[in-house]
């Protein structure tokens, strides 16, 4: 599937996709702005949150800086040709579709973990074992430590410990497999399914996102069929099929950006009073863009 494939299935949207890649990035950064206000009216508010919870809002900040990051790589940058006096605009579009990958997972995890209807129970569960999973994989990584990083790598294992002793007596703990069970203890289970299947409890829009990430991964994995699209296509800044690189990315991180103020507006009585305050225009299109992505 190559990415006009992808954009027909926009289609039906077309009115909202319309514009230029200047107006795209104006709008995407409005939304990006206001996620970054609310998440500074829970800061200013001093709302306390249980310490499973924190994380949902590391999660929201690296969704803000990657969409800052997918800005500037849609600005492009001049490319020197081997002959001096010329240069070139290029787009760097394969990074673009990566990174874009790496933002629908952010969100994706938000969801499995935080973003859901499960009971309080199965969310601390999840986060436990997405926890222990991410501090089991700290304890590979080497030997050759100063002495502060020892001491961070020795606190951890024995923190490692507990979590495991409090996975095991949680009633969730039955309903995993065997291969799960020897996963968990050798490397870690961050997640209990596929990025797809992830992708298809959460609540975007499954024809989007499902097809979306599919092509995304491939380039992120330096697949065949991404090398063979690179050889094939310009990347000027400038050719038409590069623009659709662009506006494809810069859509798609509307919707995940829009979809994350949602999730603090429903989450964050504080979040609700300042997002209140913006124009109703720009309210209006963050709803809009909401709509297109949730299923």
């Not at 949602?262 to 309210?283: G, Q």
Request: with cysteine; charged share 25%; hydrophobic share 35%.
């Amino acid at each position: 599937m190559d990415v006009e494939q992808l954009l027909r299935l926009y289609s039906s949207f077309d009115k909202y996709f319309n514009g230029s890649i200047d107006d795209s990035k104006s709008s995407l950064r409005e939304f990006i702005n206001i996620l970054s206000e609310l998440v500074e009216s829970v800061a200013d508010a001093k709302v306390k949150t249980p310490p499973w919870r924190y994380h949902s809002q590391t999660i929201i900040g690296r969704i803000i800086f990657t969409s800052h990051s997918i800005i500037t790589l849609a600005n492009g940058f001049e490319y020197a040709h081997y002959k001096r006096d010329k240069k070139a605009e290029i787009i760097d579009y394969p990074s673009l579709f990566v990174l874009t990958r790496t933002l629908l997972e952010s969100y994706v995890t938000l969801c499995y973990i935080y973003n859901n209807d499960k009971s309080d129970e199965e969310k601390i569960f999840r986060y436990k074992l997405w926890e222990v999973s991410g501090l089991i994989s700290r304890q590979s990584w080497g030997n050759n430590l100063n002495e502060d990083s020892k001491r961070i790598k020795d606190a951890e294992k024995l923190n490692i410990e507990d979590i495991i002793d409090e996975i095991q007596k949680m009633p969730e703990y039955s309903s995993l497999d065997k291969s799960q069970l020897k996963k968990l203890q050798k490397y870690g289970l961050p997640r209990l399914y596929s990025w797809n299947e992830l992708i298809e409890q959460s609540n975007v829009r499954k024809e989007i996102f499902s097809t979306s990430y599919s092509f995304f991964s491939s380039y992120a994995h330096t697949e065949y069929v991404s090398i063979l699209q690179l050889s094939q296509c310009s990347i000027n800044a400038k050719s038409a099929q590069n623009i659709s690189n662009i506006q494809l990315c810069l859509n798609f991180v509307r919707m995940i950006v829009a979809m994350s103020i949602d999730f603090y507006l429903k989450n964050f009585e504080s979040a609700r009073n300042v997002f209140d305050t913006f124009p109703v225009e720009i309210r209006h299109s963050v709803n809009t863009w909401k709509m297109i992505g949730q299923k």
